[in-house]
């Protein structure tokens, strides 16, 4: 294990995805962002920089584990030597928050390097919460499981998508990472209203909110297609809903997700401070 | 959600699967928009996620390969390429392992012999970068050797060392297309060595005759056993010239010497 300081939770500060390319730029003054998030597997290597870099950071921020491949949703078996090297990554760097998808993106073997849907089903639900039994159970901490962006429905789903969350928790102990951004398009793609699901999710489970930017298309009868990228700033109605969820929730560790076409670190560090005002107001209004 | 005698359709990933990676075969059935119609083209948003995502993949991996073949022509044979050769494992660092030996075999590739074997350099530029980390000699403990404790000694080599052989004049065509102002390739066998002297991976040419020494030293030969096979490899071999690059790269972790 690393010789560092043991930060035992995410602050409820903003923190960001962290990028390579804005190290040098953390380090020296990381403005309001008091916490980084990485993707597991960018950090599965042997050595070099990468882990040179993750060290270094761990000593000065709480570091949230987000990982993007585990295909939890899979119909198969997790890979256990992926799994070997997770437990691996989160002994060694004992971070603050370990994180993954409600999601698949393995197929025998071949993996896919995206979040694929799930449906929403009984079936679904027993082997979801048989995948985080198993991975909770590997690593010996709670995880957290974040709402995926919505294109489509399935036809054999029969369950609404927050109570869908609500029981895996319940049935596996596990958290939940609440990405504002995904409701906003799921529910723009899908047609239901974002308040609703926040009014309708377990607010009480969330360890961490998720924030990022989406791109727009159309599908094939003219309506609008949000499509999650993470490759620009957060929209203002997604803001509102981040306003909306903390007002119910109160205060909790933000995460700025800006993936693609990643910005220099002032526009970034722009859209923590937008997220630390946000907190700023909800305090205010508890504190009332 | 569908009320009536007829369960609705479910979708495996399997079936998932096959026509997310090909747009010939139509939407599973169970797949619909909010008011229960097909789900159309909002389907394709994982057909190009997953292929854009890989395509990504192969292009940052072997820029130089993307150079020499123009961004589009690359693009293309990504597109086929991620097809035959999903990624096995999440770790997409290493995505493209097959793809030199894809390159080779393509027959419309076949004037372009070399690009398989830069490829290989590019793909070993990224072992060396993930590579587990190790503390190097002190160079002067070479130098404290008489010659002949030196030629009687062993060595460990760091896990960042890469050696790629080639008949092609790879270094220079990667040089070529990597650094402004580097000289314009000439025909001719050369053998790359890849250090890590910090974090950053180094190609350079080889002497004639290093790759052999190198790789009877990885091997476990003596430095003077090694330096008996190079001879007879290449007459001209330069022992101190490759040592050198040896430990200028810090690649060398322990000396052994033979009992």
Known sequence: MLDKPTFTHLPHTPGVGYKPQHFNDIISDAGSVGWLEVHAENYMGDGGRPLAQLRHLAEQFPISVHGVGLSIGGEGALDRDHLARLKHLVDWLNPASFSEHLAWSTHESAFFNDLLPLPYTDATLARVCAHINQVQDLLGRK?????????????????????????????????????????????????????????????????????????????????????????????DPVWALLDYTLAQSGPLPLLVEWDNDVPDWPTLEAEARRAASALANVTAEVAK | MTTGATPPAAVNQAEFTRAMMDAAITNPKGLRDSQNRPAGRRFNVYRNNVAVSLTEAVLQAFPVVTKLLGE???????????????????LMMFYGAEFPDFL??????AHLGYLADVARLEQHMRRAYHAADAAAIDPDALGALTPEELMQTRVDFAPALQLIRSSWPIFDIWRFNMEDGAPIPQAGAQDV???????????????????????????????????EVANQDADTFDLSTTLALLLQGNTLTALHRKD
């Not at chain 2, 589009?72 to 999440?90: D, T, V």
Request: charge should be negative; aromatic fraction near 8%.
């Open chain 1, 143 to 235: 995880m957290l499981l974040e709402n995926p962006s919505s294109y489509l429905a399935f036809a054999e789903s029969t369950w609404e998508e927050p109570a869908f969350l609500q029981e895996v928790a319940r049935r596996t102990g596990c958290g939940l990472l609440l990405d504002v951004n995904n409701v906003f398009v799921s529910a723009t793609n899908l047609d239901f209203s974002p308040q609703g699901y926040i009014d309708a999710y377990p607010l009480d489970l969330v360890g961490e909110v998720h924030l990022g930017g989406h791109d727009e298309d159309e599908d094939d009868h003219g309506k609008p297609l949000l499509i999650d990228s993470h490759g620009r700033e957060v929209v």
């Open chain 2, 72 to 90: 589009e022509n690359m693009k293309g044979l990504a597109g086929i390429f991620l097809r035959a050769h999903p990624p096995q494992s999440p």
């Open chain 2, 104 to 109: 080779a075999q393509m027959e419309q590739l």
């Open chain 2, 193 to 227: 060595l890849i250090t890590r002297p910090e974090f950053d991976p180094l190609p350079q040419a080889l002497p004639v005759g290093g790759a052999t020494w190198i790789t009877a030293l990885m091997g476990g030969k003596t430095i003077g056993e090694a330096f």
